[in-house]
Nanobody, 117 residues
Framework: QVQLVESGGGLVQAGGSLRLSCAAS????????MGWFRQAPGKEREFVAT????????SYADSVKGRFIISRDNAKNTLYLQMNSLKSEDTAVYYC??????????WGQGTQVTVSS
């Protein structure tokens, strides 16, 4: 089973930046698509960003467009989320997601991001 391990979460001041990483246990050629979701307390999990295997196709939630950048380094089997101009409403547990070409879907354990204002 594919394992995804997130890192990089923490506490940051509003307007600051964080870079999240998601390390995959499998070579990323098997991971057709990877992405990030987040869940704030009392709210449903929501889509943040997704990226194709090649990195040539990305999608972002409207709430993070222009501020967050998703990328992946297949040589390192790692997915990234660069978060800039962070706002208090970005506070959430962020989850890494990966989908194999077979359709199998995997989730990381989540990493907490807290933005103070």
């Amino acid at each position: 089973q594919v394992q995804l391990v997130e890192s990089g979460g923490g506490l940051v001041q509003a307007g600051g930046s964080l870079r999240l990483s998601c390390a995959a246990s499998e070579r990323t050629f098997r991971l057709y698509r990877m992405g990030w979701f987040r869940q704030a307390p009392g709210k449903e999990r929501e889509f943040v960003a997704t990226i194709s295997w090649s990195g040539g196709s990305t999608s972002y939630a409207d709430s993070v467009k222009g501020r967050f950048i998703i990328s992946r380094d297949n040589a390192k089997n790692t997915l990234y989320l660069q978060m800039n101009s962070l706002k208090s409403e970005d506070t959430a547990v962020y989850y890494c997601n990966a989908v194999e070409r077979s359709g199998s879907t995997y989730w990381g354990q989540g990493t907490q991001v807290t933005v103070s204002s």
